[in-house]
Each structure stands twice: as structure tokens, then as C-alpha cells.
């Protein structure tokens, strides 16, 4: 089983700042296997990125995916305040895997 | 817009069974791979179970094996979770996903791009 560790558990920061969550996997995981995903409260997940670099439908261009191997990240440029939520990560190499989260809050 | 509604959750004692059900529209239900996909309080999301667009190949993980059972109904656009012998352990919020993809080839599966709501399920005495 690839175990994705996401990191940091809780990033803090204030709206138009810079978010950088990184997924690391145990093992390396090919360059279309990694997708992230958006969960607010009450609300049902939301896919952002797929194919590691890939914005689904809708999702705004402050978002980006980006990695190889064993380590992705997640960028999302000028944060607003509807970005505020909890990010996972899952990986589709070797069946179906996902991430602890990363709860990002408002500083 | 692909669309996903989860019902049947509840409290149920150890040892019982419960049916989770999942309605779907706005998509083509039998050209896609949906899976059921749970999270346990304070645990990370657990792909639990899948099937296949035509419903012949299933997938389940080895702490649900043998206990819960995935089905479908492409002519109602309805996906289903028997779950049986349940424990403490199961109790979690429930989610049927729908994948990118039709199936799993070998090991190499899907992103999921539309989510349910959710289905809590509790497991308790």
C-alpha cells in the first residue's frame, strides 16, 4: 500500500498570501496518478487538481499541482477567503490511496 | 452536472447489518467506476469498496472483506453497500465517489470527480 503523509498537518495564513501544501508518498507514484481535493464543512469534497497538474472543471487558476515521484505539492496563489478548508491529496498508481489532510486556516 | 445522493445510514448495533444506497444523475452512470469511500472519526479517508462500469469487476478493502458487498443497478442509475458484521470499527461517514475512469486496469485506477454528501454510519451498543 503507498502511504501519502501530507504536511504540515495545519498551515496558518492570512487571505492574499501564498499556500504551499506538499504529499509525500512511501513509494514513487507515477507522474498522472495524484489528484487534491477541497472539503469545507457540511460540504462534500471537491476534486481541484488530477494527473498531478491537471485543474478539473471550474476550479480557478490560483490553484496548481505540481511534483514527480514521491513528492506533489499543492500551490494555491493569493489566498481567498473561500480557500480556507481541508486539502487532501490520493494517489491512483497502486489502487486507491489518500493523504491525513491539511486543515488550512485564517491566521 | 454529475450528482450523487447517499442515504440509508443510521445506528446499528455490533454484529448488525445496514444498507447504504446512492442515487445518481447527470451522467451517464454506466460509463463510469463508483466506489464507496469512508472516513472514520479523526482517520484519513479509506477507499473502501468499487465496482466496475458494467458492475463485473469489484474492488474491497481487506478490513471490509467478505463482510460488505458493492452492487449496482445501471438501469437505475443506483449504486449499493451491504454491510454486514459490522463492528465499533465501521463507524464512519460513508461516501459513494464517482471515478474518472470505467475500471481499474491491473492496479492503476481513478481521481473521483463528484462526491456524495455523505452517510454517517454508527456502529454502537
Known amino acids: 500500500e503507498i502511504v501519502l503523509t501530507q504536511s504540515p498537518d495545519t498551515l ?20 498522472s496518478c495524484l489528484a487534491w481535493f ?14 498531478t497538474s491537471t485543474r478539473a472543471t471550474g476550479i480557478p487558476d490560483r490553484f496548481s499541482g505540481s511534483g514527480s515521484g514521491t513528492d506533489f505539492t499543492l500551490t494555491i496563489t493569493r489566498l481567498e477567503p473561500e480557500d480556507f478548508a481541508v486539502y487532501y491529496c490520493q494517489q491512483y498508481d497502486n489502487l486507491i ?6 486543515r488550512l486556516e485564517i491566521k | 452536472e454529475a450528482q450523487l445522493v447517499d442515504s440509508g445510514g ?3 448495533q455490533p454484529g448488525g447489518s445496514l444498507r447504504l444506497s446512492c442515487a445518481a444523475s447527470g451522467f451517464n452512470f454506466d460509463n463510469y467506476a463508483i466506489s464507496w469511500v469512508r472516513q472514520a472519526p479523526g482517520r484519513r479517508l479509506e477507499w473502501v469498496a468499487g465496482i466496475s462500469d458494467s458492475g463485473h469487476s469489484t ?7 467478505g463482510r460488505f458487498t458493492i452492487s449496482r443497478d445501471n438501469y437505475n442509475n443506483k449504486l449499493s453497500l451491504q454491510m454486514n458484521s459490522l463492528g465499533v470499527e465501521d463507524t464512519a461517514v460513508y461516501y459513494c465517489a464517482k471515478g474518472t475512469g470505467r475500471y481499474c486496469s491491473g492496479h492503476r485506477c481513478y481521481p473521483f470527480d463528484s462526491w456524495g454528501q455523505g452517510s454517517l454510519v454508527t456502529v454502537s451498543s
Open chain 1, 97 to 102: 490511496t489518500f493523504g491525513q489532510g491539511t
Open chain 1, 12 to 31: 496558518s495564513l492570512s487571505p492574499g498570501e501564498r499556500a504551499t501544501l506538499s504529499c509525500r508518498a512511501s513509494q514513487s507514484v507515477c507522474s
Open chain 1, 38 to 51: 477541497q472539503q469545507k464543512p457540511g460540504q462534500t469534497l471537491r476534486l481541484l487538481i488530477y494527473d
Open chain 2, 59 to 65: 474492488y474491497y478493502a481487506d478490513s471490509v472483506k
Open chain 2, 10 to 12: 443510521g445506528l446499528v
